[in-house]
């Protein structure tokens, strides 16, 4: 009875697995890989986690691509997407609302019967990244940083509470910086305007102080980190708030 009920169980598995199989239709297996931060000299490959990223195929819902697994397809042209996140949004609320790199890629797949291998190249990131340095602007005694707040249309408004920070925006809209500090005791603030920023570009703010007297000046510049765009910088005078 043993082997007769072994016997038996083989053939229902034999035949559970054919119909797992699914003849005549098409299945994927993805292969993802993308360029890694925002900056020259530190860019690389890198392959995607398939647990963490997204496929969406044709008009069905997004799913973790490690979830393409034993799903099958109906021969025939489908558009994929792969996305690091759901969305851009998705993204730039990620990380306490600091946000992460976003990358995306689709394209158009005549799927056939059997085993369809397919790789996506998404490039580099879809967004732009802003980074915030204060360190030479603590020497200063009548002089305290209290943080930079980050407006962009579109984009829930970040606060860089702490120097060596970053967060992550959308592209083409621009990012209006307002730098907010106390000289003796008052209050003051100094707004810069990141403008149109460009995708898998990151802008640098860096604010710094001298110590030759009253008169304190707060140095800006951005600049890009793929090309040598120049440097943009202001003078202010601490003392009123205004630039000199």
Known sequence: MFFCAAAIAAVFTSCSNEATLEPNMASINLSITSNDEMTIHTRAT??????????????????????LVGK???????????????????ALQANGGAGEAYYEASQNVNLVAGINNIS?????????????????ATNVAVLSMTNVVAKQTGRTDYTFASTG????????????????????????????TITSPVAA????????????????????????????????????????????
Not at 46 to 56: F, M, T
Not at 217 to 237: H, M, N, Q
């Open 46 to 67: 890198q392959n995607a986690d398939k647990s963490v990223w997204y496929a969406q195929v044709g008009t069905e819902s997004q799913i973790h691509v490690d979830q």
């Open 120 to 136: 996506f190249s998404c490039g580099t990131a879809k967004n732009s990244k802003v980074s915030v340095d204060w360190s030479r």
């Open 165 to 192: 920070t970053s967060a992550f925006f959308k592209t083409g809209e621009n990012i209006e910086c307002t730098i907010n500090y106390t000289y003796n005791g008052a209050n003051k603030t100094i707004t810069k």
């Open 201 to 244: 570009t990151e802008y640098k703010l860096v604010i710094s102080a001298n110590t030759n007297g009253s008169i304190t000046t707060i140095t800006i510049t951005y600049d890009d980190a793929f090309t040598d765009g120049g440097t943009t910088s202001v003078t202010i005078d601490a003392a009123t708030g205004a630039e000199a």
């Open 72 to 90: 099958t397809y109906q021969p025939g042209e489908k558009t994929i997407k792969v996305s690091s996140h759901t969305n851009l949004d998705a």
